[in-house]
């Protein structure tokens, strides 16, 4: 249950939780759908758990994190477009771990160069994560030079859509976390 006397922006509990990040297109929302999917269909039933749309709780080999789809680093610099910033802003910077996410079809471009910037700032800890790589063939960007000089570390490839290596991030994600010393707990046994 959430501790409504203490209202941080984004309502969390005190698990692990990770931020997926980057421009708009870059599979994000699809990412997080994949992610969360079962564990949303287990806790929908359950009152108290309404959170922010973009939040929700996951499970990977037993273990509990919550996932937030940040999506608004990107936007307008209009009044609206400021506030959905600002909350993108807090998750990067409240987040134990950035997803930092860049499409693999179209290679790195200026606005990840400038979105990673920013994350950096905010948060150093991150992974950088490509996504539509969804046959061998889409491989071959992983070499790429530009991909290293977003000083994030090395590429670690998925398909968001089709779901292949989403474990293995999932599995760097985990390893990340425990090595931050933010092991998620287990979930309590039915
Ligand atoms: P967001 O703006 O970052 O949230 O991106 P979305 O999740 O909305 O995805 C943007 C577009 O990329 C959509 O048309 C998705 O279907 C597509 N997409 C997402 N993941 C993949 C993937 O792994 N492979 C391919 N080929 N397309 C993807
Ligand atoms: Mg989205």
Redesign the pocket.
């Known amino acids: 249950m959430t501790d409504q006397t203490h209202q941080p922006r984004i309502e969390r509990s005190d698990l692990p939780m990770i931020a997926?990040v980057?421009?708009?297109?870059?599979?994000?929302?699809?990412?997080?759908?994949r992610i969360v999917e079962e564990r949303r269909a287990l806790i929908s039933a359950e009152p108290h758990t309404t959170r922010d749309r973009n939040i929700a709780q996951a499970l990977w080999r037993g273990c509990m994190f919550e996932v937030v789809?940040t999506?608004g680093l990107d936007t307008e610099e209009d009044e609206m477009g400021r506030g959905i910033r600002r909350q993108a802003e807090r998750a990067v910077k409240d987040a134990d771990l950035v997803v930092f996410?860049v499409?693999?079809?179209t290679g790195v471009v200026e606005e990840d160069r400038r979105i990673a910037k920013q994350v950096r700032k905010l948060n150093p800890n991150v992974i950088l994560v490509v996504?539509?790589?969804?046959k061998p063939r889409d491989e071959e960007i992983l070499h790429e030079r530009a991909l290293y000089s977003l000083g994030l570390g090395a590429p670690v490839p998925?398909?968001?859509?089709?779901g292949?290596r989403v474990g293995d991030m999932l599995d760097a994600v985990y390893n990340l976390l425990e090595a931050l010393d933010r092991r998620p707990p287990e979930a309590e046994p039915k």
């Open positions: 997926l980057g421009r708009a297109n870059v599979g994000k929302s699809t990412l997080w759908n789809d999506g996410m499409d693999g079809r996504n539509k790589i969804d998925v398909s968001a859509s089709t292949k």
